[in-house]
Each structure stands twice: as C-alpha cells, then as structure tokens.
C-alpha cells in the first residue's frame, strides 16, 4: 500500500518535470538539463548555507568599524537576492529544539549553565551564529542601523536578548511601486462557530472584539451571512505590513487620550480608537508586504466552496481555526486539515476564545490537538508559542519543514496571543519569488476564479498568474467555452489588491479588466493564454496517477465525483482502470482515466488533482491528456 507521503513527494517530482521541460528534447544536452531539475533540493540546501554564512559574513563585517562600506554592499546584495526582505540574527542562538520547548520566557543560560559558558561548549551544544560580548552586541545593532538607513531600509529589532546576547531584525526596503509588494496568501478554515471571521476582523481592523461578533460584521459579504453569523462564501481581507514592520490600520482620532499619550500604534486600539477600514489600494501603496486572507466557510453545506479556495487560491499556508469552548477540532476541522495534508500544504493552527474557556478545558483542547497532529495521518510536531522568540523561529523554519506545526493559543477580546500572532505573519515567506513554482520565464497562464460587471469598465475576472508576465494593452486568449474554443481579447488594465499597476507576473493574484467581453461568457475554471498562432486545446478526458485516501467501499468504473484540479471545479466520470480487479479501495494507487461531465478544460500533464464525493476522497496527478 503506498504511503500519502511517498506518494505527494513523487506528485511533486512529476509536477517540477513537467513545469520545467528541457529546452530542446532532442539534443545531446537535455538529460544534463533534466537532470539539474531533478536535483534542485540540493540547491535549495546550498541555497540555505549561502543565506546561514552570509549572516555570520555580515555580523563580522558590522564588528568591525573598517569595514562598514563593504557590510553595506553586502546587505544592500542581500536585500536584492530576497526580494527587499531579510530576517538577521546576531549573536549566538539556541538550538530549535531548546526554543520549541521553552515556556513564556526566552531560552536563557542559568545556573551551572551560566558559569560553564563559553562560545566553544555552545556550539558544540547546537547554538548557532557568533558569539558577542554585550558591548559589542550594542555597538553591532547601532551600525546595522545605520547601514540600513544608509540604503534606503528600515531596521526593525523584532527580539532582543541579554544572556546571552543575542536579537533577532527585520531589514526591509520600500518597495518601488504596488508590483514589487510582496504578498503572502493564507487560507483560514476550521469547523463553524470557531472564530474565523472574527479573528480576521481583529487583525485587519485593528481594534479588538466585544465579545458579541462586532468584529466580524465587516467581512460579510452577504445579507443571511450577518444574520446567522456564519460565512458561506470565499471571502478575502488583506493585512498591510509598513516598511519598518507594522502593521497599517486606520489613524487615531486627533486629541483622544491615545493620540495624546503616544499610545503604541503597533498594538491592538481600544474601543475608543477609531475603527473605520482603510481601502486596499491605500493599503497596498503604504505595505511593503500583503497578506491575503482567504476565509473560508466552515459549514458542511459549503464544503465544496472551500475546497475551491484551497485550491484555487495557492495558499501559501493554511490557518486551521479551533473552537476551545468544550468542542476541540470536531467535524470540519478535521476534514479541512486532512485536505491541507492531502495538497501538501503547510499549516498552523490557532486556538481560539481562551478567554471564556476553564483551565482543565483548555489542558483537555491541547492535549486533543496534540494527539491528531502526532496521528499516523498528520505526522506532525505541535509547537505551542509561548514567546515571541519562537514565534520568528518558526515562521521561518515551518514552510521547509512540513513536520514543524506552529500551535497559537488567541482571544479576540483580550488581545491575548494576537501580537505574537501578528509577527509571525509579518515573517512568513512568500512563494512569489519561487521560480520553480511559478516560472516567469514560461509561457502566460491565468486561471480565472473570479468574474464580475463593473459598470463603466465591463467584465473584469480575478485570478492566480500560474506562469509568464501580463501588461496592460496585452492580446490573450481567454477560454476554453462550451465547445472548447479560445476567444481573443485585450487586456485593458490590471490591479493589484485594487491599486492599479501596469504589469504583473508569475505567482501574483491580480485582477483584469478585458475588452469587448461579456460577463456571460466568462465562468471560474477558465485560463487567460498568450497569443500565439497555434490555439490552444482544451482536454475532455484525460489520464491521470491517483491515490485513494479513503472510500467506504469500492471505486468502479462510471463511478462520478467532483474534480478540483486548480481553479478548475467540474463533475468527472472514471472511464477505466489499471487495476486488475476493476475496483479500488481505500490506500489502492492506479492509473485512471477521467472525463468531464459537462465540458472540455485546459488541464495540463503535471497539475495535481483532487476529487471527492460524500466522504470519498481522492489526490492525483494528471499524466496525460487524451483525445
């Protein structure tokens, strides 16, 4: 019986081949060149030691007052390699291991440890990094200062530590314009009543909830949604960070008692803050860095729509909300974390309304989470943040590790765990810059998973750009229709979270405005393709390698279920199987050819898929497109 993970890994592998072709098949050169793809983990891991050495290179350099000049060429490089954005540490640094298991306090040297301290013996122990006396520490955060300023950055000291000393900072430079915003796209699901909504709006509003929904009223998009309190829609919100790491909220009201005393804008306003929303674009031209909220309904009658944001969406982590109050991860918690697990997705679970909740019931809810995270199905180690030293630790180690998941403990009314919640967002890496991922050297791909009439612009559609670049003024095709076919049109302008810009490229959402098309002839699950002399096909049936992750009874022929394979979301029939018996069970892997129900899609060998009916749920891959 194959294994989920072996499977996703050999999912990933076949995806990475098929994004990246060699350049000329039939050449001498092309094995060379498939197989440098085949290796690119081991990139990724040199990758890793450049960043670790060009760390301690800095710190040394920052040491030293004759080499100031040479330290700021080096960050000034560094922040262009990383798109603006770099987290630094100084000093020596605790071991991962040590800093997931300490409490409220950071990991500190005591008593026997203290005394028998030296740089060697740490090392040795697992710290990282240089050791620093404290002087030194000081005079190094003070040069770093003013090297940053010296380009153009902001310098923010996210954590700071005295035994030993050691801090931890965030160098950022101001975007150019709204293209270059670097934006990170986190899908927040979990069973309903469990907070979603609310938590969003705390962290996008600014101000914090009474306790009663107060916060969440301002993401509903529909009129039942504020009557019952409960999402049934794709919703999004985004969350501006400032150049110099906060967070961009609504001003306060000229002469309160906040304004006045200098109240600390980086943390959560009052009641009596004013809490009015600020547009995305005027928060998008402010943030050097985006995050895009996908809220997600929580309801089983919705289901459906929130596998069509995971999917759809190519979020770069999933959020999974769970209700404390007496419930724990019941229902569609469940169901949601085995879909994240399912598309490889990482995720970071917050524990919501601990301010109503009994000590032995919140003991109860952790312990809970703790079991289903370490199952055989999830495999994954639950870190709880307790501090803001692990908080940044984490965001930057959970991404590569899949088996590392950050467990936040959060109240919407108290503020309780939102500041180290927010931090960690601020840190997350985007997936924008990955090349392997989304190629920007490929031709254009745009799936579409959104379409709307604005009056006085026409049909305008939102979605992910999968590979290429678009400018305003760009002949697409658009399609494939009922028949399959691919229109023509013309891009006539593009906005970036409502802010128009004049070019996008691969890995960023952006909505465009078309020319001479009609609402009714454009539907989610379409694709915006480059020009070109040769149309593109759109496939009916196609040939795919699956795994069947759980199904009650067994899988046969004509057997129907609905595909979500990116933005595409259709009714698909199996054909045949390579099975011998005919039939799968659950943990069978077979090759099986699917066909869409009602029409042709433009699907590509490479693109996973998932399919599901009632409780049946299947992960694939599409190997081959078939006439």
Request: net charge neutral; hydrophobic share 35%.
């Amino acid at each position: 019986m194959t294994s989920l993970k072996s499977f996703q890994s050999e999912i990933e592998q076949y995806s990475n081949k098929q994004r990246h072709p060699p350049a000329q098949p039939a050449s001498p050169t092309s094995p060379t060149k498939a197989s440098e793809k085949e290796a690119e983990p081991e990139i990724t891991e040199e990758t890793a030691e450049e960043t670790s050495d060009q760390r301690d290179s800095l710190q040394s350099l920052l040491a030293n007052e004759a080499t100031q000049a040479q330290a700021r060429d080096l960050l000034a490089s560094i922040l262009l390699q990383s798109k603006g954005e770099f987290v630094l540490y100084l000093g020596l640094h605790p071991p991962l291991p040590q800093v997931w298991a300490s409490d409220e306090k950071p990991v500190t040297l005591d008593g026997e440890a203290a005394n028998d301290f030296s740089p060697e013996k740490a090392v040795e122990a697992g710290w990282t990094g240089s050791y620093l006396t404290s002087e030194t520490h000081k005079t190094v955060t003070e040069r770093l200062v003013a090297v940053a300023e010296e380009i153009g950055g902001h310098n923010t000291t996210l954590f700071t530590h005295d035994n030993p000393p050691r801090s931890i900072h965030l160098l950022r430079l101001p975007p150019n314009g709204v293209e270059d915003t670097i934006e990170v796209r986190v899908a927040v699901v979990g069973n309903v009543d469990s907070g979603k909504s609310t938590t969003l709006g705390v962290l996008t509003r600014g101000a914090l909830d009474d306790g009663r929904g107060k916060a969440r009223v301002g993401l509903f998009r529909h009129k039942h949604e504020v009557e019952t309190g409960r999402t049934s829609s794709v919703g999004m919100e985004i969350l501006g960070f400032s150049p110099d790491g906060r967070p961009i909220y609504p001003a306060y009201h000229v002469g309160t008692a906040e304004a006045t005393s200098g109240y600390d804008k980086t943390a959560f306003a009052p009641a009596t803050a004013r809490r009015e929303k600020l547009g995305w674009d005027e928060i998008s031209m402010q943030a050097s860095r985006v995050v895009s909220f996908i809220d997600l309904a929580g309801h089983e009658r919705y289901l459906k729509t929130s596998l069509f944001g995971l999917t759809s969406g190519a979020p770069d982590c999933v959020l999974l909300m769970v209700l404390i109050v007496s419930l724990g991860m019941i229902g569609m918690s469940k169901e949601h974390l085995a879909v994240a697990l399912a598309l490889s997705v990482p995720v970071v679970v917050a524990i919501t309304k601990t301010d109503m909740t009994p000590e032995n019931v919140l003991a109860e809810t952790k312990k809970q989470v703790q079991k289903i995270l370490r199952s055989p199905g999830c495999r994954k180690t639950p870190v709880f943040v307790r501090n803001l030293e692990t908080a940044i630790q984490l965001s930057q180690v959970f991404t590569k590790d899949r088996s590392v998941c950050p467990v936040f403990l959060l109240s919407n009314v108290t503020g309780d765990g939102l500041e180290m919640f927010r931090t960690f967002l601020n840190l997350i890496p985007s997936s924008e810059g990955d090349q392997n991922k989304y190629p920007v050297d490929q031709p254009l791909e745009y799936a579409i998973t959104e379409v709307w009439s604005v009056p006085h612009v026409g049909t305008v559609v939102n979605g992910l750009l999968a590979s290429g670049r678009i400018k305003a003024g760009d002949p697409v095709l658009y399609g494939p229709d009922s028949t399959g076919a691919f229109l023509p049109t013309v891009v006539k302008s593009i906005h970036r979270k409502r802010a128009e810009v004049k070019s996008a490229e691969a890995g960023q959402t952006v909505s465009l405005a078309l020319k001479r098309v009609r609402r009714a002839g454009v539907r989610k699950g379409m694709v915006i393709l480059q020009k070109t002399e040769t149309p593109p096909q759109a496939s009916r049936r196609f040939e795919g390698q699956v795994l069947i992750l759980y199904h009650n009874s067994t899988l046969q022929r004509n057997y129907q279920a609905m595909l979500h394979c990116g933005a595409v979301r259709q009714t698909v029939r199996i054909l045949s199987m390579d099975n011998p018996q005919g039939i799968l069970r659950t943990g069978d892997r077979a090759t099986v050819e699917f066909e869409f129900l009602t029409q042709p899609e433009f699907i590509k060998p490479g693109m996973k898929l998932l399919f599901r009916e009632g409780k049946t749920k299947g992960l694939g891959v599409i190997t081959k497109l078939l006439p």
